[in-house]
């Protein structure tokens, strides 16, 4: 399902809602944490550099919005207790989780999976597919606490339809998708929604590693793309469930 990128971000839309954004420090990650901020929502920062998160959250205060959370985490290394922590620390300080965009993920290497090392196989399928899982595991009853939440899935093409050399990545996102709608048919009576969205080409270091040769001025900003993500996290979204959504690359 394609949606328009084309949206204009109300002030307070998103006021008093608290949205957590995995890797939110960088690329896209950065794009959507701003504009999260510029609608009015309390944003929990998580990732594992806490320079760059420390750089974004400067921008946030700098624009004038709503001082965010940062919450540095390794999601290779964090285990079923490091989520556990996070979500009392959640419900000590809000009492509610209203949004929830896994975001962060790692390429890996492009090769056949014949010739794939073992271990960055291993690393990738970590924190690409694992984290998300302990993550959003821990968060569900946090997620309950919220009379309109959401669950925001960064997928890609590749999984969707495979492509060869793609690899763990590739594999990953097939393994994300398959979250997203399990989750989103097992939590259909709730008031949580589930989604997965293929965000399309960017200017990201992400899409520079696996296209060297291509021209990135070509590939629209992330924050171009931004935008869509506050309306992904709005009421006027609130019959989106079990979509694998896609936006336009223009």
């Known amino acids: 399902m394609e949606i328009s990128t084309n949206y204009s971000i109300t002030k307070d839309e998103l006021k008093n809602k608290v949205i957590l954004v995995t890797g939110a420090n960088r690329g896209f990650g950065r794009a959507m944490t701003l504009d999260l901020a510029k609608a009015g929502a309390n ?37 079923p207790e490091h989520y556990e922590q996070l979500q009392k620390n959640i419900l000590d300080n809000f009492g509610q989780l209203d949004g929830l965009i896994h975001n962060a993920s790692i390429i890996g290497t492009m090769m056949p999976i014949e010739q794939y090392d073992i271990k960055l196989w291993y690393s990738t399928m970590q924190i690409n597919v694992n984290a998300p899982f302990m993550l959003t595991q821990a968060l569900i009853p946090v997620l309950n606490k919220s009379s309109d939440a959401r669950v925001l899935f960064l997928s890609s093409s590749v999984g969707r339809v495979a492509k060869a050399y793609w690899g763990a990545y590739g594999v990953s996102k097939f393994a994300i998708e398959g979250i ?71």
Do not use: F, H
């Open 43 to 79: 944003i929990i920062m998580l990732g594992r550099d806490l320079d760059s998160l420390e750089t974004t959250y400067d921008e946030v205060l700098d624009l004038g919005y709503q001082e965010p959370i940062l919450y540095p985490l390794d999601l290779e290394g964090a285990t």
């Open 180 to 250: 997203s709608k399990t989750l989103s048919e097992e939590l259909e009576k709730t008031n949580i929604k589930v989604n997965s969205i293929d965000p399309g080409r960017m200017r990201t270091e992400m899409r520079r590693t696996a296209y060297p040769a291509e021209n990135a001025d070509n590939n629209p900003l992330p924050d171009t793309k931004s935008p869509v993500i506050v309306y992904l996290m709005s009421k006027k979204a609130k019959k989106l469930n079990g979509e694998q959504l896609v936006l336009p690359n223009v």
